[in-house]
């Protein structure tokens, strides 16, 4: 069956320190690979996505950065958090035409 | 770009009630999706529609192409209904969604 796994569920950084989170896909191949962040009270908001390994596009400059070094595996990367980097961070695959599929999220929380 | 509205913002109903959320959109799209997100965050999609009507148990959902909008109904709501539901669109291209701001959802016993 189709899943997606997001991890960490939470996690708590300081201001300057690296960040990593990690997303990867089961059950398909090929897909649409989405990183969305979502600040208090506010809507989703698209940072990245990828239709192909090495294939990124950014929506909003910003500090940070993806990669998908394999098909089914999306990484969302920064080298130095900011406060502003706070939020609820979801990771979200689909087809063209199909469902989407989301992960259960990352709540971060920059101190 | 498109730009996705959602109505009301915010709506609290008591436990039996029929509930309407409604969505709109102003550029031609190819599917439409409702997502459910709970106080935890994870998101849930709860339907794909391109075209006309579709319901699964107490959830209906419609949509007018012709009117760019779409409607989400709750029949004989539940507390457990208590949620932000979301409306996303993909544009004519099918890459990227576009998210609505979300209706927050509370019903009461």
């Known amino acids: 069956s189709q899943t997606i796994h997001q991890w960490p569920a939470t996690l708590v950084q300081p201001v300057g320190s690296p960040l990593s989170l990690e997303c990867t896909v089961e059950g398909t191949s090929n897909p649409n690979l989405y990183w969305y962040r979502q600040a208090a009270g506010r809507g989703l908001q698209l940072l990245f996505y990828?239709?192909?390994?090495?294939?990124i596009s950014s929506e909003v400059p910003q500090n940070l950065s993806a990669s998908r070094p394999q098909d089914r595996q999306f990484i969302l990367s920064s080298k130095k958090l900011l406060l502003s980097d706070s939020g609820f961070y979801l990771c979200?695959?689909?087809?063209?035409?199909?469902?989407?599929?989301f992960g259960q999220g990352t709540r971060l929380t920059v101190v | 770009k498109n730009e996705v509205e959602q109505s009301p913002q915010n709506l609290t109903a008591q436990e039996g009630e029929f509930i309407t959320i409604n969505c709109s959109y102003s550029v031609g799209i190819s599917a439409l999706h409702w997502l459910q997100q709970h106080p935890g965050g994870g998101i849930v999609s709860l339907f794909m529609l391109s075209s006309g009507k579709k319901k699964h148990g107490r959830l209906i959902a419609t949509i007018n192409i012709q009117e760019k909008h779409s409607s989400l109904h709750i029949t004989a709501s539940h507390p457990r209904d208590s949620a932000v539901y979301i409306c996303?669109?993909?544009?004519?291209?099918?890459?990227?969604?576009?998210f609505g701001p979300g209706t927050r959802l509370s019903v009461l016993p």
């Open positions: 979200a695959w689909a087809h063209v035409n199909t469902e989407a599929f």
């Open positions: 996303a669109v993909k544009d004519n291209y099918g890459q990227n969604f576009v």
């Open positions: 990828s239709i192909g390994i090495d294939q």
